[in-house]
């Protein structure tokens, strides 16, 4: 069974410094590096290190970041064969501050992400054959979503939605989705509501389930994490304790663990489990894709935490 990804493939140019600056004002920061990124490759990165067979659906741009973000992608395991290379704009980048309490700061240029549409729509669903898990995000156009959820609903995956970043969704999408796992900040952005306690979050699930959604998960962070479906009381997980020095893509690779629990048959918990553990560890490293954890790494830690 695998895991396919349909999202965004970016370059994150990343600034450490000491606090996040205010409007109109300019600070020093103390390091700058790059490391590849986009919520669509990041999951990816984070389900193939973990062992998923994994295939990725996007697009690069014809330039030398496009050339680094496919071969990494290649390197982590993943299959790069329906990632498409569009030489008429640059790939997608993602300008990311990130201060020493690892609170951050992101500003995205879709480039060739932003162009995702039909064509990308026909590679996906010659993938769908045998796969059991779609991550969609919405760093690619909208439209291009919905329809990559009906094809997966279609075809009889598990869709899981990332709705990040934020913003107004279609009915129909909700219908579409079997899991859907935003943060605390996006899921009172989608029901109007602030989320800011385990109360508030089964609040915000119980108003997500009733627009379709057949399994909420609500990443709330250092607190933990809490999930809900249709007929069962919503349950709170704390998180793992771990020194978080860069948030920046944890919750993305909770879906890669999520995603890979639910390839090799475990259940929700478990599944929400193995999805906590991995975003704790990305947290525990700088950049997006370089802190997603292996399979060695990921198993120590869950077998450490079980004591």
């Given amino acids: 069974?695998?895991?396919?990804?349909?999202?965004?493939?970016?370059?994150?140019?990343?600034?450490?410094?000491?606090?996040?600056p205010a409007p109109a004002e300019t600070i020093t920061g103390h390091e700058f590096f790059t490391a590849p990124g986009g919520k669509g490759a990041n999951q990816?990165?984070?389900a193939a290190r973990l062992g998923a067979p994994t295939r990725m659906v996007g697009r690069v741009g014809g330039d030398a970041f496009g050339q680094e973000l496919r071969q990494n992608l290649t390197a982590t395991g993943a299959d790069v064969s329906a990632v498409f290379t569009d030489s008429t704009i640059s790939s997608g980048v993602a300008?990311?501050?990130?201060?020493?309490?690892?609170?951050?700061?992101?500003?995205?240029?879709?480039?060739?992400?932003?162009?995702v549409g039909d064509d990308d729509l026909?590679?996906?669903?010659?993938?769908?054959?045998?796969?059991?898990?779609?991550?969609?995000?919405?760093?690619?156009?909208?439209?291009?979503?919905?329809?990559?959820?009906?094809?997966?609903?279609?075809?009889?995956?598990?869709?899981?939605?990332?709705?990040?970043?934020?913003?107004?969704?279609?009915?129909?999408?909700?219908?579409?989705?079997?899991?859907?796992?935003?943060?605390?900040?996006?899921?009172?952005?989608?029901?109007?509501?602030?989320?800011k306690t385990p109360a508030d979050a089964a609040r915000a699930a119980r108003m997500?389930?009733?627009?379709?959604?057949?399994?909420?998960?609500?990443?709330?962070?250092?607190?933990?994490?809490?999930?809900?479906?249709?007929?069962?009381?919503?349950?709170?997980?704390?998180?793992?304790?771990?020194?978080?020095v860069d948030t920046v893509a944890a919750g993305d690779a909770f879906n890669g663990g999520l995603a890979t629990a639910l390839v090799e048959g475990h259940d929700l918990p478990e599944a929400v489990r193995w999805g906590a553990a991995a975003g704790a560890l990305s947290a525990t490293?700088?950049?997006?894709?370089?802190?997603?954890p292996g399979r060695a790494e990921f198993e120590?830690?869950?077998?450490t935490q079980a004591n």
């Fill in 1 to 20: 069974m695998t895991v396919v990804v349909f999202g965004s493939i970016n370059m994150d140019l990343v600034v450490r410094t000491p606090r996040l």
């Fill in 300 to 303: 120590a830690f869950l077998k």
């Fill in 95 to 115: 300008v990311i501050a990130v201060d020493d309490q690892a609170q951050n700061t992101i500003i995205i240029v879709p480039g060739a992400n932003g162009n």
């Fill in 285 to 292: 490293k700088m950049g997006a894709q370089p802190s997603m």
């Fill in 122 to 195: 026909g590679r996906l669903e010659s993938g769908l054959i045998g796969a059991k898990v779609l991550l969609l995000q919405l760093e690619v156009p909208l439209p291009a979503v919905v329809a990559a959820a009906r094809l997966a609903h279609q075809h009889g995956l598990t869709v899981v939605l990332d709705p990040a970043p934020a913003q107004e969704l279609p009915a129909e999408l909700f219908m579409l989705v079997d899991i859907i796992t935003p943060n605390e900040v996006e899921a009172g952005q989608l029901v109007g509501v602030a989320v």
């Fill in 208 to 244: 997500l389930l009733n627009l379709g959604v057949k399994t909420v998960i609500i990443k709330m962070g250092a607190l933990g994490v809490l999930y809900a479906e249709t007929e069962r009381e919503p349950t709170f997980v704390p998180a793992f304790e771990v020194q978080a």
């Fill in 44 to 46: 990816a990165v984070a």
